[in-house]
């Protein structure tokens, strides 16, 4: 869901940024994990708008670890 509307918005000339939790980030991704502490993120651009998509996909990751998957840890990273 996060490509095609990164996708979608860059098609409308939108200035866009993608994020990926992959360590081997392709393209001009910029490598979030959300599940790291705020200290250990990297500095984030500063937009006008985010749109953070993200999910636990693997059934076996979300049956093994029920509490670390519903939690997603959203924290302010100096966005206004």
Do not use: H, K
Request: aromatic share 4%; charged share 20%; hydrophobic share 45%.
């Amino acid at each position: 869901m996060g490509s095609v509307a990164l996708r979608n918005l860059a098609e409308q000339d939108y200035e866009v940024t993608g994020t990926t939790r992959r360590t081997a980030a392709a393209g001009d991704s910029l490598f979030l994990d959300l599940s790291l502490a705020l200290e250990d993120w990297p500095e984030l651009p500063l937009v006008n708008a985010a749109m953070i998509c993200t999910a636990a996909t693997r059934i076996n990751e979300c049956e093994g670890d029920p509490n670390g998957t519903i939690v997603v840890p959203i924290a302010s990273a100096g966005w206004q």
